[in-house]
């Protein structure tokens, strides 16, 4: 239960952070994203509580706005992840053989790519291409999205389709369907709540990914782009200054250890509560 709670204590304090950014930028009165060249790597003060980096923008301003950016990725992958995976495991569950087959041969497939790689193959990809703006944050956040989900559903569906299984071979499945309750009716009455538990810590545990692999793909000048921040892309401008200027490699750091932390605790209450 103490775990849960420090979880989201962590979480909610990261979330509201990011929901006062734009009444911290005009209690401030800075633009987090237009440089300041005469303040540049400026110390911790009243008017730049965390200091200033390489362009003299505000830490603390960019570390709230990256919040909304990282945890709106992580929150939509985990949704994505969890809807399609979840949908595909009780599919797989109620349907048997060859769909059964054939979706769980495609997840041991994808499972067997190396995720990293084709993470950064795919995310290199020109999205102009296909009607999307490019260099705003939106089309960004949507890029990385599409991708991490594409990827994200495979544990969450061998997760729900065993899951699924195992209350399908129980009792009381048999006995609703013989007091003439229809499959949808079975699956998502009956299965899917007595399969919640265990989805909703690998939920936990997406978001927590998710935010990792935004900000590996942001670090590495495949995600997020600037000027916009997300926690990614400041550990990345940080790293030639990581001696000059550690500041300003610390706090995006930090803030993506409290991030992954939270979630990570957040998934292990669950499981303690529910399972």
Do not use: K
Request: proline residues 6%; glycine residues 10%; hydrophobic residues 60%.
């Amino acid at each position: 239960m103490m775990r849960l709670r420090l979880g989201l204590a962590l979480l909610g304090a990261l979330a509201l952070g990011a929901a006062l950014a734009p009444l911290a930028q005009a209690w401030l009165g800075h633009d987090p994203f237009a440089p300041d060249l005469l303040a540049r790597f400026g110390p911790p003060s009243a008017e730049h509580p965390l200091g200033t980096d390489d362009l003299g923008r505000d830490i603390l301003l960019r570390l709230l706005h990256g919040a909304r950016v990282s945890l709106a990725v992580g929150l939509a992958v985990a949704l994505g992840a969890t809807l399609l995976g979840t949908g595909i495991g009780l599919l797989a569950a109620w349907r048997g053989g060859w769909v059964e087959a054939v979706l769980m041969r495609l997840a041991d497939g994808l499972l067997s790519l190396p995720a990293l790689p084709l993470l950064v193959v795919l995310a290199a990809v020109d999205t102009g291409r296909f009607g999307l703006p490019r260099g705003e944050a939106l089309s960004d956040i949507l890029r990385i999205a599409v991708i991490l989900v594409a990827f994200g559903w495979v544990p969450v569906a061998r997760l729900s389709r065993a899951a699924a299984l195992t209350q399908l071979s129980l009792d009381y499945v048999a006995a609703a369907r013989v007091a003439g309750a229809g499959e949808a009716r079975v699956l998502l009455r009956h299965v899917l709540p007595n399969i919640a538990a265990p989805i909703a810590v690998a939920t936990a545990l997406s978001v927590a990914g998710a935010i990792l692999a935004e900000s590996t793909l942001s670090f590495l000048g495949l995600g997020i782009q600037p000027p916009a921040p997300s926690w990614g892309n400041m550990l990345s401008n940080a790293q030639e200054m990581v001696f000059s200027a550690p500041l300003a490699a610390v706090w995006p750091g930090l803030a993506i250890l409290l991030a992954v932390a939270g979630c990570t605790l957040v998934a292990d209450g669950v499981r303690q509560r529910l399972g």
